[in-house]
């Protein structure tokens, strides 16, 4: 049987501070589900992938990511934005 594999990516505009603060370091994560972002080409990129999906509970993990990264990076862009000078 071939191995199945899901991946989210998201594209999002923000400097590379952003792009740090998302990187987390996979230490606690399943070893099926793997993420990480950069910051690359002007943009943040964040990849995550699940292996062996085919598990309902394995691809709402993929999408639970995908949203605790896009609420993680909300919450870097309103710091970012409270800390400019007015």
Known sequence: MAESLCLGELRLQG???????LEVDNKIAPPWLSVSCRWESGEVK????????????????????????????????DSLRAAEPR
Do not use: F, G, Q
């Open 46 to 77: 964040c990849r995550v992938v699940v292996r062996e999906c085919s598990s309902p509970r394995r691809i709402l993990s993929l999408r639970n990511t995908l949203v605790d990264i896009l609420l993680c990076y909300r919450a870097a862009m």
């Open 15 to 21: 400097p590379p501070s952003v792009a740090d603060a």
